[in-house]
Structure formats: C-alpha cells, structure tokens
C-alpha cells in the first residue's frame, strides 16, 4: 500500500472516530475561525452598523433628558415706527398753574416724546431649559430604536454564520487541492517507476521503445496536471487569507486531524438570525403604526428661561429676569397625514410578515437539503475509499503482470489513471463531505458564537 494511501487510511480512521465522537475539536480551523471573527473587514463593517444603531438608541434616550440652551440677541436700530406721548401737552398747563401759585419757576416746562418702537442698543441674553413632558413620539421612537439594535444584532451574526461556512469550506477546499498536488507527485512516482521499467526492458531487447515513449508523454502529461493544481491552491490559499484580512501568500497550517464532526440533523429552524431579523423588524413597523396613531396623545412640555435684557449692555437687578412656562400642542386635524402613515406601517408591516412565512419555509427546505446532500456525500466518500483500495489493488496486479511480459503498456497506463482518478475523487468527495457537515451547521446555526 502506498504511503499516500496508508494516510488516507489513517484520516478515513479519524473520521469514523469523530463521527462516534462529536466532541472532538479541529482546533487548528477552530482557531482560524476566531482569527476571522475578529479581523474579517466585511464582520467589521456589520459591527459599525450595530455601534450606528446603538448610537442611534442613545441619541433617542437622550430626547427624554432637558435641552440648555444659550440664547442671545441684540439690536441696534434708528427710524421707522413711532409712538408720540403727548406729555407736555399734559403737564405744561398744571405746570404753569402751579408755577403761579409758588410764584415760582419749580415747576419747568416739558416737550411732548417721540418713543421709537425699534429698540435701539438693546440686548436679551438667557439660558433656556426645556424639558418634554408628555410626548408619545419620542417614546415610540426608542422602542424603534431598540428593536433595530436586536435587529442589527441578529444582522452580524447572520454574517458571522455565513463567514465561518465560508471559511471552513474555503480550508477544505485548499487542503483539497494540496491532496491533488500530492496525488499528482505519487502519479508521477508510478510513472517514473514505469520508466525505469521500460527503460530496463529497452535494454534487454524485451520491448521496444513505443512503450517508453508512451511513459515519458505521461510524466509530462502528470506535470501540467501538477502545476494545475499548485495553481488552484495558490487561489484557494489567496481566498482563504482574504477571509482572515492578512497576507494572501500567508502559509496555512493543515490540520493532520482533519475531520467533520456528527452534525445533529433537524428541520426546525425558529432559532435562526435570519428570522430574528424579520422578527424584529416586523415589532418595529408594528411600533411604527402605534406611534403615527399617538397623534391623539397631546404633548406637553415646559421651559425656564434665566436671563438679563437691557439697553447699553446694562446688568442690574432691574434687567435681570426668569421666565417659566409649559407648552401643549395637540393636533385635532392633519388631512389624515397620520393616519395615512399609520396604514403605511401596517402595510410594510404586513409585507414583512408574509417575507417571515416564506423565509421559514425555505431555511427548512435548506435545512433538509443540506441533510440529504451530508449523507449523500457520505455514502459517497466511502465508495470513494472502496475505490481508491480496489485501483490499488488492480494497479499492483497488473505491474506484475507487465513487469512479466505478459500485459500491454496501454493497459498498465489504464491502471495507473485509475488509480490516480480514484484518489483525486476520495479527495474531492472527503473535500465535498466536510464542506456538507459545515453547510448543516450552517443551516442549524449550531456553532457557538462569541
């Protein structure tokens, strides 16, 4: 047995055992998925979208908290409107009365005033503080606000979900294509093994050189197969990094334990993100049409205005002052402008709920799918293994036969290629089996996230 195949042998071993044992760990992939879990830029981009909707929550808890402000005006003003107080018309005759009976000047005479209405040199400064009372609006929104934060939420570990599949396949993918190179270089091993035979035979006059030929077009053929596959675990290895956001010529650790776990086969999918999503975006569209029927709720709230008014920049007891109040606005009619909205909600509402049936179907189609394409892959896998035992076994018989004179190059080169795309196929369909057990633990979202 080939050394290739004594270690397939030893991974089919450790398969079988994991399959009895579903505790075991792939702590080297494990560890690569953490890595991705904290350095994967599409992750980070989704964690800046919670941290938005975490501000954004904030940002609505803070409309319940009082609003300072610092207000300030001031006026410099000449001409225009003005109110004529005809004082000395008023005072001047009791003025000279009075002057007449003092037999005194006391008493002087006043011109009538011109009063501007525009203030000139005049300035208000105050610190206002308002505080809402009652406002049904604000409330709704915070509610809103934090339904989206669970919605965000659900939002990054869909992602997260969906990068650890992606990564686990992307590993078996490329430990995949280092098996063909590796298959390859044992092909190549036979066929050069065929060439010191022919070679031998040449000499000894026993064959004659077509069938030396034929080994060497076959070497070169193995060698353009070789380079094929190097290239495809180049792409795979470039894929994988991109995944882990670092260098994509960075080498990869390959497992020697690599193995797929037993996953636990079900069809209820109530746990999955994608679901919460829609969960929760239907409480919000279901808050949303509760808060544009609020308009019925009145709001309230009050002011304390601190501040200093005069003319030329004077500050005194007399131009200090404080003003306090309490506004209420109440919409009695809008042209049914809420009500309106209100049936938009509900219809977004509405859509959103049939988008929440049709979504827990399919995951449960996908849910099942991906259990049926687990045990095809397999059955399939230990066909493969059965194959690759069997070639193997057809290739040595019929080396021996040819090393005897008594079998055809051609059928000698048939068994060779047999042998060679029986492994490349136990290879694909290990590769296709463990990407199976990652897209079930996709489906049932059984991995644990941090």
Not at 127 to 147: F, G, Q
Not at 180 to 204: G, H, W
């Amino acid at each position: 047995m080939s050394t290739l195949l004594k270690k397939r042998a030893l991974l089919s071993l450790a398969f079988t055992v994991s399959m009895m044992n579903p505790l075991g760990a792939q702590t080297v992939l494990d560890g690569y998925v953490q890595e991705a879990l904290q350095s994967n830029q599409g992750l980070k981009q989704q964690k800046i979208y919670l941290d938005k909707a975490l501000n954004a929550l904030n940002e609505a808890r803070s409309l319940f908290l009082p609003n300072v402000s610092l207000l300030g005006n001031y006026t410099k003003a000449a001409g225009g409107r003005t109110i004529d107080i005809p004082i000395g018309d008023l005072l001047n005759p009791v003025y000279s009365s009075l002057n007449e009976i003092t037999q005194s000047h006391s008493f002087p005479q006043v011109q009538n005033a011109s009063v501007q209405l525009n203030p000139d040199n005049f300035y208000d400064a105050r610190l206002r503080t308002a505080l809402p009372l009652v406002n049904a609006e604000i409330w709704y929104n915070k509610k809103i606000k934090k339904e989206q934060i669970t919605q965000q939420q659900a939002a990054v570990n869909v992602y997260k979900r969906e990068l650890v599949k992606n990564l686990k396949t992307a590993y078996y993918q490329y430990y995949q294509a280092e098996q063909s190179v590796a298959i390859y270089k044992s092909s190549m091993a036979l066929v050069n093994e065929s060439i010191r035979v022919n070679e031998s035979l040449f000499r000894n006059g026993v064959r004659n050189n077509t069938a030396l030929t034929r080994s060497q077009a076959e070497k070169e053929k193995i060698e353009a197969a070789i380079t094929q596959c190097i290239n495809n675990a180049r792409n795979a290895r470039s894929y994988f990094n991109f995944l882990l956001n670092r260098d994509l010529a960075a080498a990869i650790v390959i497992d020697s334990a690599l193995f797929a776990t037993d996953p636990a086969v079900s069809t209820d999918v109530k746990m999955r993100e994608e679901l919460t999503q829609l969960q929760k975006g239907i409480a919000a569209y279901d808050l949303a049409e509760q808060m544009q029927r609020s308009y019925l709720i009145p709001m309230l709230s009050t002011f304390l205005d601190l501040g200093s008014q005069g003319f030329n920049f004077e500050l005194n007891n007399k131009t200090r002052y404080y003003l306090w109040g309490v506004n209420l606005q109440w919409d009695l009619f809008a042209g049914g402008q809420h009500r309106y909205k209100s049936q938009q909600a509900k219809n977004d509402k509405q859509a959103l709920e049939a988008q929440y049936n049709e979504t827990e179907k399919a995951l449960a189609m996908q849910s099942q799918q991906a259990s049926n394409n687990f045990n095809t892959a397999i059955a399939n896998y230990r066909s493969a293994q059965k194959q690759v035992q069997l070639a193997n076994k057809y290739y040595s018989d019929q080396l021996k036969v040819y090393k005897e004179g008594q079998l055809l190059y051609i059928e000698l080169v048939d068994a060779i290629n047999q042998y060679t795309t029986a492994q490349l196929q136990l290879s694909l369909s290990q590769a296709i089996m463990l990407g199976a057990a990652a897209d079930i633990e996709r489906t049932q979202a059984s991995y644990t996230l941090n």
